[in-house]
Nanobody
Framework: QVQLAESGGGLVQPGGSLRLSCAAS????????MGWYRQAPGKQRELVAT???????NYADSVKGRFTISRDNAKNSVYLQMNSLKSEDTAVYYC????????????????WGQGTQVTVSS
């Protein structure tokens, strides 16, 4: 089984910054894609940013130029640097990883963190 430990959420004023971290642990034989998603009250969960094992990135239009996703493959970790935060960024942020958990197959499975609250308010 794979466990994801998220940290870094909190309350910040508009224009401020936060850095989210997510570390995967457990029986892992490799991680493919990693990403961050968010869900605001009354809305569906949406993609924020993803990063491939080779470092290729993809961002939601609403965060381009403000958020940066990165990963440390040696630590099975993914990060989200969030700058110039806006009130509309307020949401629960979820970490997602595609992990290989068997030595006998290359198949990967999706795992989710428990979520960390980000609130942008003055």
């Amino acid at each position: 089984q794979v466990q994801l430990a998220e940290s870094g959420g909190g309350l910040v004023q508009p224009g401020g910054s936060l850095r989210l971290s997510c570390a995967a642990s457990g029986k892992i034989f490799g991680i493919a894609g990693m990403g961050w998603y968010r869900q605001a009250p009354g809305k569906q969960r949406e993609l924020v940013a993803t990063i491939t094992v080779g470092g290729g990135t993809n961002y939601a239009d609403s965060v381009k130029g403000r958020f940066t996703i990165s990963r440390d493959n040696a630590k099975n970790s993914v990060y989200l640097q969030m700058n110039s935060l806006k009130s509309e960024d307020t949401a629960v942020y979820y970490c997602n990883v595609e992990a290989r958990t068997s030595i006998w197959t290359a198949q990967v499975h999706d795992y989710w963190g428990q979520g960390t609250q980000v609130t942008v308010s003055s």
